[in-house]
């Protein structure tokens, strides 16, 4: 019993770092894919769009557009 | 001779005067067990700061120096900030003081941030305060503290309710992005390494040599007030379909843009704006040595708090060393640690990750520490001339990442400024154009 925790723990431990190492390698990764175009891609998949206002700054909403 | 003041001056490590009036409160007959000249942050050996230091350079040198290879005078400028950021690095990892020399990097940070901005507004649109052509236009950038007062009304409405462009340089995906790669690479840690804002308040804090407002009595229950501000902010922002901190409560519109005051109305917003601005990121940080915008007011500062837990880091207080003396109490920046706090060994979940608790800490107590993994028991001692050890620790992997993440966001900001500063030296203005 004693063995599987010491295995698991020291399994986490590991899990752990690698997941730290892969955070660094990330932060140069996410912005050259900021100058990849991925960020347009992605957001296109994603449903909101721009608001319409009016010169005074108020949110033209079209109460039809409501989710139902 | 003209005393010079130093403006970090705060960062030296005068710890048992520094912490005195809360140790007092908090544990009066306990000594800290802190001897003058002997080591208590996790510094890193020779060999492994020149090698984090040379990894981060590289890193930084690509994406700064190699990104601007097609504007040589950008290239040139972002060279002079690799190398700034470089040094900070190396002593960084080499002393182990990482708040004290972070405090320089998010400073700069958040000047040439507002030197930056502002002319570049009015070198884009010809005029600063935005008129309603601007907005509906929707010409407005977008910065990351709206981020959560548009999720429930994008939600529900499927509509963005700040005028901006879904897609330009500051529209409202790049932003989102760059929220969560910070939140997933960073966390809260955003607060002290990413944030342009976070910079202004932190230069303010370090300005005066000494704390002219104690903060004996504090009433800590008031670092809650952001998350019931947040709660307010988004509640409000659904039911008004409005940015309504944008519109209202902003310090930082005081120094960034503002609606063209043409009534009354926009008027007591404007004051209110440059009011919170002066009290909560100019006087009260002066005054009190701490960041009082960050840890009093700010929701996004709240939000990114719980988006944060997401990230495996963590300031952990080791129960073993801690003897709760009350010295971190009194020079956490964010008003992270109280007594209550201190009483379970641990930190507020507001904790910025700035690393302040841990060069005052006179036992070594406070340390960066992965989610699931162990404290390290015997601070640096333990891992000394252990090369990958060193390495790998998790101080050593958190501010590496920050460094890359703060260094890479604030790289153009700060290039931009560099060459401002040089064409107004040489004929007198900011504007490049
Ligand atoms: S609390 Fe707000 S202003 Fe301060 S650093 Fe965080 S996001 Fe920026
Ligand atoms: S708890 Fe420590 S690391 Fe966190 S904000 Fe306060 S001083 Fe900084
Ligand atoms: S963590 Fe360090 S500074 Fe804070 S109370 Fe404990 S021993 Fe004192």
């Given at each position: 019993?004693?063995?599987?925790?010491?295995?698991?723990?020291?399994?986490?431990?590991?899990?752990?770092?690698?997941?730290?190492?892969?955070?660094?390698?990330?932060v140069?990764?996410?912005?050259?894919?900021?100058?990849?175009?991925?960020?347009?891609?992605?957001?296109?998949?994603?449903?909101?769009?721009?608001?319409?206002?009016?010169?005074?700054?108020?949110?033209?909403?079209?109460?039809?557009?409501?989710?139902? | 001779?003209?005393?010079?003041?130093?403006?970090?001056?705060?960062?030296?490590?005068r710890l048992?005067?520094?912490?005195?009036?809360?140790?007092?409160r908090?544990?009066?007959?306990?000594?800290?067990?802190?001897?003058?000249?002997?080591?208590?942050?996790?510094?890193?050996?020779?060999?492994?700061?020149?090698f984090?230091?040379?990894?981060?350079?590289?890193?930084?040198?690509?994406?700064?120096?190699?990104?601007?290879?097609?504007?040589?005078?950008m290239?040139?400028?972002s060279?002079?900030?690799?190398?700034?950021?470089?040094?900070?690095?190396?002593?960084?990892?080499?002393?182990?003081?990482?708040?004290?020399?972070?405090?320089?990097?998010?400073?700069?940070?958040?000047?040439?941030?507002?030197?930056?901005?502002?002319?570049?507004?009015?070198?884009?649109?010809?005029?600063?305060?935005?008129?309603?052509?601007?907005?509906?236009?929707?010409?407005?950038?977008?910065?990351?503290?709206?981020?959560?007062?548009?999720?429930?009304?994008?939600?529900?409405?499927?509509?963005?309710?700040?005028?901006?462009?879904?897609?330009?340089?500051?529209?409202?995906?790049?932003?989102?992005?760059?929220?969560?790669?910070?939140?997933?690479?960073?966390?809260?840690?955003?607060?002290?390494?990413?944030?342009?804002?976070?910079?202004?308040?932190?230069?303010?804090?370090?300005?005066?040599?000494?704390?002219?407002?104690?903060?004996?009595?504090?009433?800590?229950?008031?670092?809650?007030?952001?998350?019931?501000?947040?709660?307010?902010?988004?509640?409000?922002?659904?039911?008004?379909?409005?940015?309504?901190?944008?519109?209202?409560?902003?310090?930082?519109?005081?120094?960034?843009?503002f609606?063209?005051?043409?009534?009354?109305?926009?008027?007591?917003?404007?004051?209110?704006?440059?009011?919170?601005?002066?009290?909560?990121?100019?006087?009260?940080?002066?005054?009190?040595?701490?960041?009082?915008?960050?840890?009093?007011?700010?929701?996004?500062?709240?939000?990114?708090s719980?988006?944060?837990?997401?990230?495996?880091?963590?300031?952990?207080?080791?129960k073993?060393?801690?003897?709760?003396?009350?010295?971190?109490?009194?020079?956490?920046?964010?008003?992270?640690?109280?007594?209550?706090?201190?009483?379970?060994?641990?930190?507020?979940?507001?904790?910025?990750?700035?690393?302040?608790?841990?060069?005052?800490?006179?036992?070594?107590?406070?340390?960066?520490?992965?989610?699931?993994?162990?404290?390290?028991?015997?601070?640096?001692?333990?891992?000394?001339?252990?090369f990958?050890?060193?390495?790998?620790?998790?101080?050593?992997?958190f501010?590496?990442?920050?460094?890359?993440?703060?260094?890479?966001?604030?790289?153009?900001?700060?290039?931009?400024?560099l060459?401002?500063i040089?064409?107004?030296?040489?004929?007198?203005?900011?504007?490049?154009?």
């Amino acid at each position: 019993m004693n063995t599987i925790r010491k295995f698991f723990v020291a399994a986490r431990i590991k899990l752990m770092y690698l997941i730290a190492v892969l955070l660094v390698l990330l932060v140069p990764l996410m912005f050259f894919a900021f100058g990849s175009g991925i960020v347009e891609k992605i957001g296109r998949k994603i449903p909101i769009r721009e608001g319409t206002f009016s010169a005074t700054g108020e949110l033209q909403l079209d109460r039809g557009d409501i989710r139902k | 001779m003209k005393e010079t003041v130093n403006p970090f001056a705060d960062a030296k490590p005068r710890l048992s005067r520094r912490g005195r009036e809360a140790r007092l409160r908090v544990n009066p007959e306990q000594a800290p067990a802190f001897m003058p000249g002997s080591r208590r942050v996790d510094s890193h050996s020779r060999g492994s700061s020149i090698f984090l230091t040379a990894l981060l350079f590289l890193f930084l040198g690509f994406m700064l120096i190699g990104g601007n290879r097609r504007n040589p005078r950008m290239m040139a400028a972002s060279a002079v900030y690799v190398v700034f950021l470089t040094v900070l690095a190396y002593l960084i990892f080499r002393t182990g003081f990482v708040s004290r020399y972070r405090s320089i990097f998010f400073s700069a940070y958040g000047l040439a941030f507002v030197l930056g901005f502002i002319p570049m507004l009015l070198e884009q649109r010809g005029h600063l305060a935005l008129t309603g052509q601007d907005i509906a236009n929707l010409d407005t950038p977008l910065c990351h503290l709206t981020i959560p007062m548009l999720i429930v009304p994008g939600l529900v409405y499927g509509v963005l309710i700040f005028p901006t462009k879904l897609f330009s340089d500051l529209g409202f995906f790049p932003m989102l992005f760059l929220w969560l790669g910070a939140t997933l690479t960073i966390g809260k840690g955003w607060c002290s390494w990413g944030c342009f804002y976070g910079g202004l308040d932190e230069f303010f804090s370090k300005l005066l040599p000494k704390r002219r407002l104690s903060s004996r009595n504090f009433n800590y229950k008031l670092r809650w007030f952001p998350f019931a501000l947040l709660a307010v902010i988004v509640l409000w922002a659904f039911l008004a379909l409005e940015p309504v901190y944008c519109s209202w409560l902003c310090p930082f519109k005081a120094v960034t843009e503002f609606v063209k005051p043409v009534n009354l109305l926009i008027w007591i917003q404007t004051g209110l704006f440059i009011a919170l601005f002066l009290g909560l990121v100019v006087v009260l940080p002066l005054l009190m040595k701490r960041r009082t915008q960050c840890g009093l007011f700010c929701p996004f500062g709240a939000f990114q708090s719980l988006a944060g837990l997401v990230n495996p880091y963590r300031v952990r207080v080791d129960k073993d060393k801690c003897t709760q003396c009350g010295a971190c109490v009194a020079e956490c920046p964010t008003f992270s640690i109280t007594e209550e706090t201190l009483a379970k060994h641990k930190v507020s979940i507001s904790c910025a990750r700035c690393g302040r608790c841990m060069e005052v800490c006179p036992r070594g107590a406070i340390q960066y520490a992965l989610l699931g993994v162990p404290l390290r028991g015997g601070t640096e001692t333990a891992a000394r001339g252990r090369f990958w050890k060193e390495v790998v620790r998790p101080d050593s992997l958190f501010v590496f990442a920050a460094l890359l993440f703060g260094g890479i966001i604030s790289g153009g900001m700060v290039a931009s400024s560099l060459l401002r500063i040089l064409h107004f030296v040489q004929t007198g203005s900011l504007l490049l154009k």
